[in-house]
């Protein structure tokens, strides 16, 4: 399910970018790639400390790494996207 889901976000942010690419003005894609930029940033936290938790081989894992990652996709990143929402908006900078 993890997989399935990763890969569908992530065709869909490279048909994003392929568009972006295509933008014939370069303002409009340093926009365009500042906005996906920082929403790529909070999907590649998630799924790569998901990916982290979950794909493990079950003997090789440790407990109490998981017990750090658990406690890193479920609180901290979800802390870290108003921050990275924000760092766009002008009267935050």
């Known amino acids: 399910i993890i997989v399935g889901t990763a890969l569908v976000?992530?065709?869909?942010?490279g048909y994003i970018i392929i568009t972006i690419a295509q933008?014939?003005?370069a303002e409009s894609r340093h926009?365009?790639?500042s906005t996906c930029?920082?929403?790529?940033a909070t999907i590649c936290l998630f799924f790569?400390?998901?990916?982290?938790?979950?794909a493990q081989?079950?003997?090789a894992s440790a407990p109490h790494k998981s017990n750090t990652i658990s406690v890193f996709y479920t609180i901290v990143i979800p802390m870290l996207n108003p921050f990275i929402y924000t760092l766009q908006n002008r009267e935050v900078k």
């Not at 976000?9 to 942010?13: A, E």
């Open 9 to 13: 976000v992530f065709i869909s942010y």
């Open 23 to 25: 933008m014939p003005s």
């Open 31 to 33: 926009k365009a790639f």
């Open 37 to 40: 930029s920082s929403h790529m």
């Open 48 to 54: 790569g400390t998901v990916f982290f938790m979950y």
């Open 57 to 59: 081989p079950g003997a």
